[in-house]
């Protein structure tokens, strides 16, 4: 039986490794700005993947989720939606090319926890 933090340990580097090569492969096919996207999108993915561990710890630590820490989720949340709302926006990133970075971490996420599981 595998430990929590190793658990989201094999699923940092096998999420990165699938979101680089997803962005290398639409580089290949000489995609601007697609590539660019897939790639902050994991990053978001990665990020949302960290704060749901910390929370899922505190939790499972046999801490409440009290105020402060439902909070700072909260907080958590807000500053990758806007950093999302950011990447959109401002820098232009493809919104499909997000969507797959996305993607790509949390089916990494599930196959890793289906193999956990046995």
Do not use: N, Y
């Amino acid at each position: 039986m595998t430990t929590a933090d190793e658990l989201l340990r094999r699923i940092i580097l096998r999420a990165s490794l699938v979101v680089l090569l997803l962005a290398a492969c639409f580089a290949l096919m000489d995609r601007h700005r697609f590539p660019v996207a897939i790639i902050a999108g994991g990053a978001l993915g990665l990020a949302h993947l960290r704060s749901v561990g910390f929370t899922a710890a505190l939790v499972a630590g046999g801490q409440a989720a009290q105020g402060g820490s439902l909070f700072f989720l909260a907080i958590r949340l807000l500053a990758i939606a806007g950093a999302l709302f950011l990447l959109i926006k401002i820098a232009g990133l493809d919104v499909l090319g997000i969507t797959a970075g996305l993607v790509a971490v949390h089916a990494v996420t599930l196959m890793e926890g289906w193999r956990g599981r046995e």
